[in-house]
């Protein structure tokens, strides 16, 4: 069970970022080069543990569902509505770069019935997902980071607290829910593009007939490979959630830590969409 | 009279930075305290401190009764539901417009039914001046507007202690007096306890009944607002006659 933060600002959330005291100048280099690490890895180990603790409470608002439905739906609108014409674009262009790239040599050794095969598959199980979750993250997770950091340097997260409202409660859960929600959706509309896209691609520039491009996609492609990039969205729009929520409420520093919070929660979602991706693609195949 | 706020030997430091290093403090119930200082002397850390926004390091905060120290987020709600606090930069909403502002913590607390609620918000509106503005973004208001803002957020849920946080900072001398009298003529209307924090000593001093002055972490001096600018201590007296020669001079320096 997580235990209820003790009462004081968001602090419990909040790592150390101060700098590390500068190396006297009798460290000698492999000695400066082990503290280096060293202070990387519990800087990295600090961040992941405030993530932990941060999903632990909204996993906790969640049980009975405690959400403000107003927030929720604006949320939902904000960063799945307006992310669909980006997500159009990446998954279009995806689709046609896997049969653009592909398409020679399956033409070359007379295998044209594969090029749908091979562009779905690797557009639905891994370009589909990981390209839809980047630009998801560039686009709404940025975006999220830089509105709950300005809320905090702007004491906003104060007076939601003055006002007896927990700022976890209230603006992180409709948040990740929103944006597990959201990825899941444009991911789906994504594969049906980017396989529209690759069929498009594989007629206009590579003269495949459209039946050839069908069969290959309905014969070779199961439905495992959909529901396999598909799945992996949810545990993308998680990590996108927290990091940007994480390092939103956790800001220090004015303009220059929204600044620097959005940069951090882009690098941390990337990190773990790839480190995620691997590891779910390792374990089930 | 009880005491509706009561500090003792309160610690706080930040980054290996004493700011507060044993101050005690107690407004009674009804009471009107100012709190002076110099700047980054840790007032707006008391407030903060009073509201259960920041935990001391070490020492005793009640607050109507109830020792705050250490207690969690959902026990300290019920709590500031009786508190409303007016923050130094406002801290208004910006994903709502003035109305939801004000009406946000009406909402929040349930019990209410909208048009109740929408009626208080206008009351409440019009006695700040800011009729018509409902509808405004807080992006599109002026300083003095959206101190009015927070004023009216502060106060709508007529609460038991009302905090504020520099209520005139920035604001023009006539915008100040009205920020005054306002602040006054709402005293006058719950009789709840008012702790304000203010570098505008001369306005503070016509609305406080008392003036307590901070400094190096702790509480030096407390007396009567209406003498505030003779007051014995002579580090106060040249705080609040702002006069560049004296021991207040000597000892930053």
Known sequence: ?285 | MTTAIRLEDVHKSYDHRDVLTGVSLDVPRGGKLGLIGPAASGKSVILKLICGLEQPDRGTIEVLGQNIVGKREAPLGDLRQRIGMLFQNYALFDFLDVKGNVAFPLEQRGGMSPDEIAKRVETRLRAVGLAGSEHKLTSELSGGMKKRVGIARATVADAEIVIYDEPSAGLDPVTTQKIYDLLAADHARTHATVLAVSSDVVALAQFVDEIAFLYRGQIVYRGPAATIVDAPDPIVRQFVRGELEGPLAEVRA
């Open chain 1, 1 to 285: 069970m997580i235990d209820e933060p003790p009462a004081g600002s968001l602090d419990h959330l909040r790592p150390q970022r101060d700098e590390p005291p500068p190396p006297s100048p009798e460290t000698g280099i492999v000695s400066r080069a082990f503290e280096g690490i060293g202070g990387g890895a519990i800087r990295i180990a600090q961040e992941v543990g405030g993530i932990v603790v941060l999903s632990g409470q909204v996993l906790r608002a969640l049980v009975p569902p405690r959400i403000d439905r107003r927030e929720l739906v604006k949320n939902l609108y904000k960063m799945g509505n307006r992310s669909v014409p980006i997500v159009v674009l990446t998954a279009f262009f995806a689709g046609g770069l896997m049969t653009l790239q592909a398409g020679p040599f399956v033409i070359k050794f007379g295998a044209a019935a594969l090029a749908g095969w091979a562009a779905g598959y690797a557009v639905l199980r891994e370009m589909g997902p990981i390209l839809i979750a980047l630009m998801f993250s560039g686009r709404v997770g940025a975006n999220n980071t830089a509105e709950l950091a300005t809320m905090t340097v702007t004491e906003q997260l104060d007076g939601l607290r003055a006002l007896a409202i927990d700022p976890v409660q209230f603006l992180v859960v409709p948040r990740v829910i929103a944006m597990i929600t959201m990825l899941f959706a444009l991911t789906i509309i994504g594969d049906f593009v980017a396989l529209a896209g690759a069929a498009i691609v594989a007629r206009v520039m590579l003269g495949i007939e459209w039946s050839t491009m069908y069969h290959s996609f309905a014969d070779n492609l199961r439905p495992y490979d959909f529901f396999h990039g598909v799945y992996k969205s949810l545990a993308f729009g998680g990590a996108i959630a927290m990091s940007s929520c994480y390092f939103g409420i956790t800001v220090r520093g004015g303009a220059v830590g929204v600044g620097r919070a959005v940069n951090a929660a882009v690098v941390a979602a990337a990190v773990s969409i790839m480190l995620l991706d691997f590891f779910l693609t390792y374990t089930t195949g």
